[in-house]
Antibody, heavy 114, light 107 residues
Framework: EVQLVQSGGGSVQPGGSLRLSCAASGFTFSGYSMNWVRQAPGKGLEWISYINTISTTIYYADSVKGRFTISRDNARNSLYLQMNSLRAEDTAVYYC???????WGQGTLVTVSS | ETVLTQSPATLSLSPGERATLSCRASQSVTTSLAWYQQKPGQAPRLLISDASNRATGIPARFSGSGSGTDFSLTISSLEPEDFAVYYCQQRNELPLTFGQGTRLDIK
């Protein structure tokens, strides 16, 4: 069974940092590109980042470019999102998703507030 | 950036009725459009890829159609578990974008 299990969310003050993790199982992680998507409370979905299988192609939404860094460790079957300089508007549930978009993590809440 | 506009914002129907949800793109996305269902507290669930291909395990009552800028998702006969929020997503170009969602409510 394909599973994406997320960890690392929580509360942080504006300007702070958090690192999200997404642990993959049930499929050959190194063979799939991955994405991060977020959803602000009561709002719609926003794609924020993409990484290909060997980390040579990476894209970001303008809203997070320069502040967030996507990475992966194929040996550990894990995807990461390093979030720096966090703002109140980054408050959201963050999801990882496997390329093809049929598998999603359970979501992790990030709250940025003073 | 390709903007996706979904209509209606809310659709109130009864079980057994037919639902038709619309998604219009600000520019052509060819057939690179997907539909998702989301229930409260859950991750989105992929229903349709490439405008009309049902994802694995999705019931046949869900169907998608369209190309270019106009797309629709049809649920032929609503089941109680179908009442949720539905999003379209374009995968034709970066940034990937989602519509604002259509809430399907029980009448």
């Amino acid at each position: 069974e394909v599973q994406l299990v997320q960890s690392g969310g929580g509360s942080v003050q504006p300007g702070g940092s958090l690192r999200l993790s997404c642990a993959a199982s049930g499929f050959t992680f190194s063979g799939y590109s991955m994405n991060w998507v977020r959803q602000a409370p009561g709002k719609g979905l926003e794609w924020i980042s993409y990484i290909n299988t060997i980390s040579t192609t990476i894209y970001y939404a303008d809203s997070v470019k320069g502040r967030f860094t996507i990475s992966r460790d194929n040996a550990r079957n894990s995807l990461y999102l390093q979030m720096n300089s966090l703002r109140a508007e980054d408050t959201a549930v963050y999801y990882c998703s496997k390329d093809g978009w049929e598998a999603w993590g359970q979501g992790t809440l990030v709250t940025v507030s003073s | 950036e390709t903007v996706l506009t979904q209509s209606p914002a809310t659709l109130s129907l009864s079980p057994g009725e037919r639902a038709t949800l619309s998604c219009r793109a600000s520019q052509s996305v060819t057939t690179s459009l997907a539909w998702y269902q989301q229930k409260p507290g859950q991750a989105p669930r992929l229903l349709i890829s490439d405008a009309s291909n049902r994802a694995t395990g999705i019931p046949a009552r869900f169907s998608g159609s369209g190309s270019g800028t106009d797309f629709s998702l049809t649920i032929s006969s609503l089941e109680p578990e179908d009442f949720a929020v539905y999003y379209c997503q374009q995968r034709n170009e970066l940034p990937l974008t989602f519509g604002q969602g259509t809430r399907l409510d029980i009448k």
